[in-house]
Nanobody, 120 residues
Framework: VQLQASGGGLVQPGGSLRLSCTAS????????MGWYRQAPGKQRELVAF???????NYADSVMGRFTISRDNAKNTVYLQMNSLKPEDTAVYYC???????????????WGQGTQVTVSS
C-alpha cells in the first residue's frame, strides 16, 4: 500500500491550497484518513481526520479555515486550506488506516509529505 500526496506549494498569507492524497495497492477497506503536519523544530501534529462515513474532526488551530473530505471510490482524501497563515507552514503528511486484501487487521500508512509554505 502506498499513499501519494500532492498539492503543496508556496502561497501568500490569506491564500488557499488544496492537498490531495491517494492510497493505492491491494486495499480491501480504508477506515480513518487524515492529515498531520510538522513544522521545523516541532513535533508532528494532527491537523484533521475524517471517518469512512464522512465525520470530520479538526485541530483548534485550523477550525473554520480548513476542510477535510474524502472520495471513498477513489481512496483519496483532500484538505482544502483557506485563509492560510505563516504559522501553517510545515510539511503535511497524509495518513490512512488500511486493511489490505487477505488481512483482517487495519494498519497505519503514511504518505511522503508535501511542503506548504505561507509567506509574503
Amino acid at each position: 500500500v502506498q499513499l501519494q500526496a500532492s498539492g503543496g506549494g508556496l502561497v501568500q498569507p490569506g491564500g488557499s491550497l488544496r492537498l490531495s492524497c491517494t492510497a493505492s495497492g491491494r486495499i480491501s477497506s480504508i477506515n480513518t484518513m487524515g492529515w498531520y503536519r510538522q513544522a521545523p523544530g516541532k513535533q508532528r501534529e494532527l491537523v484533521a481526520f475524517v471517518t469512512r462515513g464522512g465525520t470530520a474532526n479538526y485541530a483548534d488551530s485550523v477550525m473554520g479555515r480548513f476542510t477535510i473530505s474524502r472520495d471513498n471510490a477513489k481512496n483519496t482524501v483532500y484538505l482544502q486550506m483557506n485563509s492560510l497563515k505563516p504559522e501553517d507552514t510545515a510539511v503535511y503528511y497524509c495518513n490512512a488506516d488500511v486493511r489490505r486484501v487477505g488481512f483482517l487487521r487495519f494498519d497505519d500508512y503514511w504518505g511522503q509529505g508535501t511542503q506548504v509554505t505561507v509567506s509574503s
